[in-house]
C-alpha cells in the first residue's frame, strides 16, 4: 500500500494533505526519529524539492537484531566454568570475621580499621610519599633505645583470645631454628615471656584488691555513718 | 604469577613473623636485648625492600576497591568473592525472566495481531522468511 509511494513536501503544506491527517510523520518534521537497532525501510531527501520514500512494506519496519551466541538466557556460570567455585563458596558457612579468613596474623584483627587509622582505603586515597627504604644509621638507631621494664597492659599486643595464643604456640616449633631472639630458641624465651605475664597479671590483680580496700578505708573515715572509723581524728566532733 | 604471588605471601609472612618478635621483646624489654632489637629493626627494613622489590611481579593482579571495603570493616574478604556471585547469579535470572517474558510477549502479540490483520500478518511473515 505504501509502494513507491513518493510525497513532495512543500513548504506551505497542510495536515490535510497527509493520508494520515495531522497524525503523519510528514505533517510534522520537528520529531525527531532515534533509529538505533536497524534501518528504517524509508529514504528522506532534502533539498530543493525534500521527498519522504517508503522503500519497505511496512511503516517504520526494521531489519530483525543480530542474535548474540551469549545472552541471559545462558547458565553463565556454566559458560565461564564457575559452578565450582560458586558452589565452594555458597555451600559452606564462610565465616564472616577477617580473623577466620587470616588466623595465623598476630593481633586483634577484626576491629574496623577506621577505629585505629589504619584503612586501607586512606592509604589508596592518600598513598605515602617516599622514594626508597634506606638502613638506619647509627643516630637513628639511637632513637629506639628503650627503658626496661613492661608495658602498660593497654599498650601490650599480646591482649589477643586465647585461640590465637594456641596458633603463636605452634608458630614456636616451626620458627625454633636460627629465627629467634635469643640464640636458645623461641620456645624458652617466649615461655618465659609468658610466665611472667601471668605472674604479673597475678600481681597486678593483688594490687588491684590492695587499692580497692584503701579506697573503702578512705570512704569509711570520711563518711559520718562510721562514726567509729573518725575517731582517730581530733579535729572531728561526736555528736 | 602464582610462584610470585607464593613469593610475596612468604615474605609478608618473614615480615609478620620479624614484627611479631620485635613486639614480644618491646612488651617487656630487657637492656642486654637492645642490640636484638636494632638488629630486628633493621631485618624489618630488608624485609620491606624484598617486599617492595616484589612490586613489578604483581603488578597485572587487579584487586576490586570494594574488597577493601570489607578488610577495613574487619570481614572476611571471601564474603566479597561470595556476594558477587550470587549477585551475577541473580542477574542472570533476571535477564532470562525477562527474554522468556519478551518472548512470550512477541508470540501472543503475533497471535493476536494475525486474528486481527490476518492478510499483513501474513506479508508480514513472508517479509520475515525473505530476510532470514
Known amino acids: 500500500m505504501m509502494n513507491d509511494l513518493t510525497r513532495k513536501v512543500d513548504a506551505s503544506f497542510s495536515p490535510k494533505s497527509s493520508p494520515r491527517g495531522s497524525r503523519s510523520p510528514m505533517a510534522n518534521q520537528m520529531l525527531s526519529r532515534n533509529d538505533s537497532t536497524g534501518t528504517l525501510k524509508m529514504t528522506i531527501s532534502a533539498g530543493k524539492h525534500p521527498a519522504v520514500v517508503h522503500s519497505g512494506p511496512f511503516y517504520l519496519m526494521k531489519d530483525p537484531a543480530t542474535e548474540n551466541d551469549l545472552t541471559g538466557a545462558n547458565n553463565l556460570m556454566a559458560h565461564f566454568n564457575l559452578e565450582h567455585s560458586y558452589n565452594k563458596f555458597t555451600g559452606k558457612k564462610v565465616r564472616d570475621s577477617l580473623s577466620s579468613f587470616l588466623p595465623t596474623l598476630p593481633g586483634i584483627i577484626d576491629t574496623p580499621a577506621h577505629l585505629t587509622n589504619s584503612s586501607l582505603r586512606s592509604l589508596i586515597e592518600k598513598p605515602p610519599v617516599f622514594k626508597e627504604f634506606t638502613l638506619l644509621n647509627h643516630h637513628q638507631l639511637a632513637a629506639f633505645r628503650l627503658h626496661p621494664g613492661p608495658l602498660p597492659e593497654q599498650y601490650r599486643f599480646m591482649n589477643q583470645p586465647p585461640g590465637q595464643r594456641k596458633h603463636r604456640k605452634h608458630k614456636k616449633h616451626k620458627y625454633r631454628p636460627g629465627e629467634t631472639p635469643t640464640q636458645d630458641g623461641s620456645a624458652d624465651g617466649t615461655d618465659m615471656h609468658e610466665k611472667k605475664h601471668k605472674k604479673k597479671k597475678n600481681d597486678d590483680d593483688k594490687e588491684r584488691k590492695k587499692k580497692k580496700k584503701e579506697k573503702k578505708k578512705k570512704k569509711q573515715k570520711h563518711s559520718p555513718e562510721y562514726p567509729g572509723a573518725s575517731s582517730s581524728d581530733p579535729s572531728r566532733v561526736s555528736m | ?132
Open chain 2, 1 to 132: 604469577m602464582s610462584s610470585s604471588l607464593e613469593q610475596l605471601e612468604n615474605q609478608l609472612e618473614t615480615f609478620i613473623e620479624n614484627v611479631r618478635q620485635i613486639g614480644i621483646l618491646v612488651s617487656d624489654f630487657q637492656p642486654q636485648g637492645q642490640q636484638v632489637l636494632n638488629q630486628k629493626l633493621q631485618n624489618m627494613i630488608t624485609n620491606m625492600q624484598d617486599i617492595d622489590k616484589l612490586r613489578t611481579a604483581v603488578q597485572d593482579v587487579h584487586v576490586p576497591l570494594e574488597v577493601f571495603e570489607y578488610i577495613d570493616g574487619g570481614r572476611n574478604p571471601q564474603l566479597y568473592t561470595k556476594d558477587c556471585m550470587e549477585k551475577a547469579l541473580t542477574k542472570n535470572e533476571q535477564v532470562n525472566g525477562r527474554i522468556d517474558s519478551y518472548k512470550r510477549f512477541k508470540a501472543m502479540l503475533l497471535v493476536e495481531l494475525s486474528h486481527v490483520f490476518p492478510n499483513e500478518m501474513t506479508r508480514y511473515r513472508a517479509v520475515r522468511e525473505e530476510l532470514s
